[in-house]
């Protein structure tokens, strides 16, 4: 019977267990090398001083630019903000995902680890993987708010590709993107306590040429991440016609319809 059960598991998450499968035990070698790769570790935040973060000259132009979209996507892109709703997901506790995570105003905690750079996001406690055991990108990947991302260096850059996207997630802010978006992200630290991102979007069905922005981030190395647990006390709502509302008795009880 519990043959059985584990044959089940298997058939419902493939996935899963391919990942758990390619996770070796890093060995004293392995931790070695970490002390050879760029220091990333610490909590980050966009910079906001110095011309860095989304102001720097190369992300302005880029921001107000905008990508460059196809007539298909420029039409849904007008429709997706023509019916848009009151409040944003986010206003109820959904993350923003890929590839807006990573310029929220929030900080961000780099973890290195064998085989693994982990990114703790304090916004909506996210959590994001970039593989770099030499796993290749999955070929039939989840769709989820981060993607599926592998990276490597190539020198003092790591170079992430990020892959499957859930539909509920956004090329830009009001721009949605197909199955076929890819982001290619490369981090590299400009100083002791300064790290460059720039971020190219490719998605041949959503953009006529790719889409790249740059942002700056600034150490703060006696930062901690604080807890953010979006739904105490939420207090927002959305009915069944995207209008949003407010509880104000009885917070996290949507109110019920009247007869």
């Known amino acids: 019977m519990r043959f059985l059960v584990l044959l089940a598991f298997a058939v419902i998450h493939p996935v899963a267990i391919a990942q758990k499968a390619a996770t070796k035990v890093p060995t004293a070698t392995d931790w070695a090398a970490l002390g050879k790769l760029p220091d990333f570790t610490g909590a980050w935040e ?43 997901e ?39 993987h970039i593989y770099t055991d030499g796993r290749p990108l999955p070929e039939d990947p989840d769709l989820r708010f981060h993607g599926t991302s592998i990276g490597h260096w190539a020198g003092d850059t790591l170079v992430v590709e990020t892959i499957g996207f859930s539909p509920l997630t956004q090329l830009a802010p009001g721009v ?41 981030l600034a150490r703060h190395r006696n930062w901690t991440i604080a807890e953010y647990i979006c739904e105490e006390n939420n207090r927002n709502f959305v009915d069944e016609k995207g209008k949003a509302g407010v509880i104000l008795n009885n917070p996290g009880v949507i109110p019920q319809k009247k007869d």
Do not use: W
Request: aromatic share 4%; charged share 20%.
């Open 90 to 128: 986010t206003a109820n506790c959904l993350p923003a995902g890929m590839p807006a995570i990573m310029g929220q105003p929030y900080p961000m905690e780099f973890l290195l680890t064998p085989g693994k750079v982990t990114i703790v996001i304090e916004a909506y406690t996210q959590v994001r």
């Open 46 to 88: 966009i910079s906001r001083g110095g011309g860095g973060g989304r102001g720097a000259a190369g992300a302005r132009g880029a921001a107000l630019a905008g990508p460059a979209l196809t007539p298909e996507y420029a039409a849904r892109r007008d429709a997706l903000r023509a019916n848009a709703p009151e409040d944003k």
């Open 176 to 216: 949605p993107h197909s199955g076929n978006m890819r982001i290619v992200e490369r981090f590299r630290l400009t100083g002791p306590d300064t790290m460059s991102i720039e971020t190219t979007i490719t998605d041949p069905k959503a953009l006529t040429a790719p889409y790249t922005t740059n942002i700056n």
